[in-house]
């Protein structure tokens, strides 16, 4: 009978335990779900903070995460952008601080022209967000830098460029891949696998040295909203 009964209670106990372990809190990287931790943190591939998830929210379809903005602890510079040559999309040779970044407002994302997952809306957005900054009258340089350089030459950019309408004020970047991933490393976007790269979007103010993170795949009104707030910033 005492056995009977130990089993008994030892059946109904598991499952209240599985319950609550499953709701434990958890840790995840917005833009890498597949990057989950027990405690906060920032994400070891983007460097985004980790948002507080359970069991329940997981289960839900993907949230769109909330913009990150610098802190004191691990504030993004200009400082470490370097000044590397690069190629932009009609074979241009610039310096990619000096001519792209310096002095201006700019929104930078990451592609290349063989993705046929996320890169095609990542590009449309920006195509979106470049209309409407026009029509406010708003200056800022965008700038999409590609993760795959021994592939994508100018040639190759400026057909994926033309195909999405990208107009003046739309940096397509390519170069030596040593440099380019050098680009890639200092803003915390570098992958060893180009389909791992992370759908964000860096938006800085190089005169105040201001810079924040927006989802690359957030409406291009929030985008908008993020750009003009980084070119107010004194």
Not at 13 to 32: G, I, K, L, N, W
Not at 116 to 137: E, K, N, S, Y
Not at 195 to 210: A, E, F, K, Q, R
Not at 221 to 226: N, R, S, T
Request: include cysteine; glycine fraction near 4%; aromatic fraction near 8%.
């Amino acid at each position: 009978m005492k056995i009977a009964f130990l089993l008994l209670f030892m059946l109904l106990a598991v499952p209240e335990f599985s319950v609550v372990r499953a709701q434990t809190d958890r840790y995840s990287c917005p833009m890498h779900p597949q990057v989950v931790y027990s405690k906060p943190g920032k994400c070891p591939k983007c460097g985004m903070t980790l948002v507080k998830q359970t069991a329940h929210a997981e289960t839900k379809a993907e949230v769109e995460p909330a913009p990150e903005t610098k802190s004191a602890s691990d504030a993004f510079s200009s400082a470490r952008i370097p000044d590397v040559q690069v190629f932009d999309q009609n074979g241009k040779q610039l310096n990619f601080y000096a001519d792209l970044i310096k002095g201006k407002t700019v929104a930078i994302n990451f592609i290349f022209t063989t993705c046929t997952t996320i890169c095609p809306p990542l590009t449309a957005t920006f195509r979106r967000v470049q209309q409407d900054v026009a029509a406010r009258g708003m200056n800022v340089q965008l700038i999409s830098i590609s993760v795959d350089p021994t592939t994508d030459t100018p040639e190759r950019l400026r057909d994926f460029a033309a195909k999405f309408k990208a107009g003046p004020g739309w940096t397509f970047v390519t170069g030596d891949k040593a440099l380019i991933d050098s680009v890639l490393q200092a803003l915390g976007t570098a992958v060893s696998n180009k389909n791992d790269h992370t759908p964000m979007i860096l938006i800085g103010n190089d005169t105040s040295d201001y810079w924040t993170r927006a989802y690359g795949l957030t409406s291009p009104a929030k985008i908008i909203d993020l750009i003009d707030a980084a070119a107010k910033r004194n």
